[in-house]
């Protein structure tokens, strides 16, 4: 276990082909990273994270006005401690469910698609509403700018990502809070797991507890102020075959005190076929195999199937939470 950080810190505003080339180094790595330079001001996550807290302090039926019962398909709302399992067992943990906020008359509500339709608020904490809607918008940019520089890593046009599938993305929004763990646990917040999608964004508040699989073992991803982690999920491993990776994580929240975390996951418009990526138009520097697998090298890029240790997971999905 480290205590400093060891992933790296990319600063998307700088111009030229530094990002890009940091990204493809981070997904080829662990498929983290943290990000800075996004332009979130300060404020807008020191005002979620006051309603946050303020709605967790509220009494447990408050809480439960807006359960996920009442989310249905839009799969939004409250779940209690212990509501979420990973692996089959309970995380030490409660949370709140949002995305994109749309009305009861958008199309793709009344079509019934999952997760489509409006945000359960709560009407003792008024002052959520406008910090989620707010946040949900900033990092809605932040995402297409780190896909923009995905695309780039991958040789691709920067608005492969945009054109082709997150001009409507789909986007869960979840706020969890974990209680103290009992001081003679293992801290266990939430089981590993990786993440399903294109990208994650995390913010966190000063306790930590996020924890990242290498090959030499867990290390800690503390929080860096002015920072997100991002991750990328399984989608993009799947897309680059293996190429990029999307690792294992979880969280342990030995603090001795509550923690809140803020994933925010960026995932394709969930109508949109998402096709293989285009052929790559050359090999690495190295001579490593093509990550689309049409011009092998010397050894197979590993994929889903093939790998050994890294396929060894539970892998989570919104269906299979519940
Ligand atoms: O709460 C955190 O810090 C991370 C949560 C997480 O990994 C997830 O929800 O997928
Ligand atoms: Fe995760």
Redesign the pocket.
């Known amino acids: 276990m480290t205590a400093t950080p060891s992933l790296p810190v990319i600063d998307i505003s700088l111009p030229g082909d530094r990002p890009a080339r940091e990204i493809e180094a981070a997904c080829r790595d662990t498929g983290f990273f943290y990000v800075t330079g996004h332009g979130v001001p300060p404020r807008l996550l020191a005002e979620l994270d006051a309603a946050s807290r303020a709605f967790f302090a509220l009494p447990e039926a408050e809480k439960a006005q807006i359960s996920m019962d009442r989310g249905g398909r839009a799969w939004r709302g409250y779940f209690p401690v212990g509501g979420e399992l990973t692996s089959g067992r309970p995380d030490l943990k409660e949370g709140v469910y949002f995305g994109t906020e749309l009305p009861d008359d958008h199309p793709r509500v009344r079509a019934g698609l999952p997760l489509h339709g409006r945000n359960l608020f709560p009407e003792r904490v008024p002052r959520l509403r406008p910090a989620v809607l707010s946040y949900l918008d900033a990092l809605t940019g932040v995402a297409q700018a780190v896909l923009r520089l995905v695309a780039r890593s991958l040789d691709l046009p920067a608005d492969y990502f945009a054109a082709g599938y997150t001009a409507e993305p789909t986007v869960l929004f979840?706020i969890?809070h974990y209680p103290p763990s009992p001081p003679d646990s293992d801290g266990w917040g939430?089981g590993q797991?990786t993440?399903y999608g294109l990208l994650?964004l995390?913010a966190?508040d000063g306790n930590g507890?996020?924890q990242v699989r290498t090959p030499g073992g867990w290390i800690d991803a503390p929080p860096l102020p002015g920072t997100f982690v991002c991750n990328i999920g399984d989608m993009l491993e799947r897309l680059t075959a293996g190429w990029y990776r999307s690792t294992l994580?979880r969280?342990r929240n030995v603090s001795g005190r509550d923690r809140l975390?803020y994933?925010f996951f960026f995932d394709p418009d969930f109508t949109a076929e998402v096709p293989a990526l285009p052929a790559r138009a050359r090999t690495t520097a190295a001579g490593e195999p093509r990550w689309d697998g049409a011009d092998p090298g010397p050894s197979p890029v590993p994929t889903a199937t093939t790998c050994s240790g890294r396929c060894r997971r539970s892998s989570?999905s919104w269906l299979q939470r519940h």
């Open positions: 979840r969890f939430v797991h993440d994650t995390l966190q507890g996020l994580h969280v975390s994933p989570r």
